[in-house]
């Protein structure tokens, strides 16, 4: 968690982007991006100059820089002019960023082929180096926190239907689905990475051994983790949010998951966790044939549901968000994308979560399903789960609450149920949760919605006897009267 000073320097380095010149909060996220980026590759390269001193080595294993390389490193040229750091980073550091790993084919290098450095001065390079500079970075959880707290400042989400998920409740659903060392993770509306980020967050909490096995360590740094990204500038940030959270190697997709083009990606991870754009309708022309077959439609978020199936193999399990019309529409794709999760997969759990979660950006209503692919079906009931609090209040400000209480915060309530769901099969359909038989959603047309199921119960009140309600009436009305013309006599 960024607080107290730390906070302060990095909202001082915000603002000192925003008055240098640079409006765009994705442009200031990217730009820092780049040069926390830069730093990171002189700390890679300390460490293997220390490595080597250490073993008593003449040469340096691996090194990032060679020995005409050494005015690039950040702690070369952070104590430069500021005339002179421009130009040395606009001229030679940035360009070797760019093309760090050479091969113009590698992932890396389409993704850094149109970056660009856009910081306009010398005094504002100058003085955001010094602040970088300024912020320990040591710890990896350090590292996370503050470009967590940066992504948080991209004001202009929203757009498009898109919009920054809350972390507290990605760590909500990636704890539900409660991934293994061997998973492999694929979110395909990537965004800044957050779910990923969650999903590696989780295994070094209950996972450590993991990280002294070489085989695991390996497929965690190469193969664990997949994204799906078509905004350029989405990816690269995302990217860095990695690295700077430890994963050393993603896998990235630089197209519309929707699209044709995307879809050679099918039947290959045990996990899918996504927070999908809504942003209305598609012309089917630009949509992936399979996804077509699977649910005919031109809405976005019905399609998502059908990639989810199709990028899962079998017993593969997916966390997703969906706006509420996904879980009570009437129209036959609605209805046809809820029946295929209930009757040929497994659809365990729907959260409806309350509709300021979303706020700034949106007041849109939300509910997170969790299903598991079978191809043979296997739902039998579904648990519901109605979220009145996350923790913050539901306005725009989004102020924490009081977190200990139960009626400020039901996120620590909605885990300790789910582990539990033998004890959920005693509860009520006036309780917070509860389990659903899978008949009774049949014969509601699949109905998802929670409020199809839950009973209110209204506290009985007693009223008088009518003849006694009028009587209090007249006698009010007589005392009304007698004082109105005592107030009468007093004028006269």
């Known amino acids: 968690m960024i607080t107290g000073e730390l906070r302060s320097k990095i909202d001082r380095l915000w603002e000192?982007?925003?008055?240098?010149?640079?409006?765009?909060?994705?442009?200031?996220?990217?730009?820092?991006?780049?040069?926390?980026?830069?730093?990171?590759?002189?700390?890679?390269?300390?460490?293997?100059?220390?490595?080597?001193?250490?073993?008593?080595?003449?040469?340096?294993?691996?090194?990032?820089?060679?020995?005409?390389?050494?005015?690039?490193?950040?702690?070369?040229?952070?104590?430069?002019?500021?005339?002179?750091?421009?130009?040395?980073?606009?001229t030679e550091v940035f360009p070797f960023m760019k093309n760090l790993h050479g091969n113009e084919d590698s992932g890396y290098?389409?993704?850094?082929?149109?970056?660009?450095?856009?910081?306009?001065?010398?005094?504002?390079?100058?003085?955001?180096?010094?602040?970088?500079?300024?912020?320990?970075?040591?710890?990896?959880?350090?590292?996370?926190?503050?470009?967590?707290?940066?992504?948080?400042?991209?004001?202009?989400?929203?757009?498009?239907?898109?919009?920054?998920?809350?972390?507290?409740?990605?760590?909500?659903?990636?704890d539900m689905l409660?991934?293994?060392?061997?998973?492999?993770?694929?979110?395909?509306?990537?965004?800044?990475?957050?779910?990923?980020?969650?999903?590696?967050?989780?295994?070094?909490?209950?996972?450590?051994?993991?990280f002294n096995d070489k085989k695991k360590l390996a497929h965690f740094n190469s193969d664990m983790f997949h994204a799906i990204e078509f905004d350029v500038t989405m990816l690269r940030i995302g990217v860095m949010n990695m690295l700077l959270h430890g994963v050393e190697n993603p896998n990235i997709i630089s197209k519309d998951a929707l699209s044709e083009a995307a879809s050679t990606v099918r039947d290959q991870f045990s996990v899918v966790l996504a927070n999908p754009p809504f942003k209305g309708s598609l012309d089917y022309s630009t949509v992936a044939k399979d996804l077509l077959q699977t649910v005919k439609t031109k809405k976005t978020e019905l399609l998502f549901l059908a990639l989810f199936l199709n990028l899962l193999?079998?017993?593969?399990?997916?966390?997703?968000?969906?706006?509420?019309?996904?879980?009570?529409?009437?129209?036959?794709?609605?209805?046809?994308?809820?029946?295929?999760?209930?009757?040929?997969?497994?659809?365990?759990?729907?959260v409806k979560m309350p509709s300021g979660v979303f706020k700034p950006y949106a007041g849109v209503s939300t509910a997170f399903l969790i299903f598991t692919k079978t191809n043979s079906g296997g739902t039998d009931q579904v648990w519901f789960y109605d979220m009145q609090a996350?923790?913050?209040?539901?306005?725009?400000?989004?102020?924490?609450?009081?977190?200990?209480?139960?009626?400020?915060?039901?996120?620590?309530?909605?885990?300790?149920?789910?582990?539990?769901?033998?004890?959920?099969?005693?509860?009520?359909?006036?309780?917070?949760?509860?389990?659903?038989?899978?008949?009774?959603?049949?014969?509601n047309n699949y109905d998802l919605s929670v409020n199809r199921y839950k009973e209110v119960v209204h506290d009985e009140i007693e009223y008088d006897p009518p003849k006694k309600i009028i009587a209090d009436i007249q006698k009010m009305e007589a005392e009304i009267q007698k004082e109105l013309n005592e107030l009468a006599g007093m004028l006269k």
């Open 16 to 90: 000192g982007m925003w008055t240098g010149g640079i409006s765009n909060p994705l442009t200031v996220i990217e730009q820092i991006t780049y040069l926390l980026f830069i730093k990171r590759l002189d700390d890679i390269h300390t460490a293997r100059e220390k490595k080597a001193n250490t073993l008593g080595k003449p040469q340096i294993e691996d090194p990032v820089f060679n020995k005409k390389q050494q005015h690039l490193r950040w702690s070369r040229f952070k104590d430069m002019e500021a005339a002179e750091m421009y130009k040395v980073m606009s």
């Open 109 to 174: 290098a389409r993704l850094m082929k149109d970056a660009t450095f856009m910081i306009p001065t010398p005094h504002l390079l100058e003085r955001t180096v010094s602040a970088l500079s300024e912020i320990p970075m040591e710890r990896r959880d350090t590292k996370g926190d503050l470009y967590e707290y940066l992504l948080s400042k991209i004001a202009s989400a929203g757009q498009n239907g898109q919009f920054r998920t809350p972390r507290h409740i990605i760590r909500l659903m990636v």
């Open 390 to 443: 996350d923790g913050f209040s539901l306005d725009d400000k989004r102020t924490p609450l009081d977190t200990s209480k139960h009626e400020n915060n039901n996120l620590p309530d909605v885990l300790k149920r789910w582990q539990n769901l033998d004890g959920e099969k005693k509860r009520k359909r006036t309780d917070q949760s509860f389990f659903v038989p899978v008949d009774e959603i049949r014969q």
């Open 313 to 350: 193999k079998v017993g593969g399990r997916c966390a997703c968000i969906v706006p509420d019309g996904v879980l009570f529409g009437s129209s036959r794709a609605h209805v046809g994308i809820r029946k295929k999760l209930i009757d040929e997969h497994q659809l365990q759990a729907v």
């Open 178 to 210: 409660a991934p293994t060392p061997e998973d492999t993770v694929c979110d395909p509306a990537a965004g800044t990475f957050g779910f990923l980020i969650a999903f590696g967050e989780y295994l070094r909490d209950n996972h450590e051994g993991m």
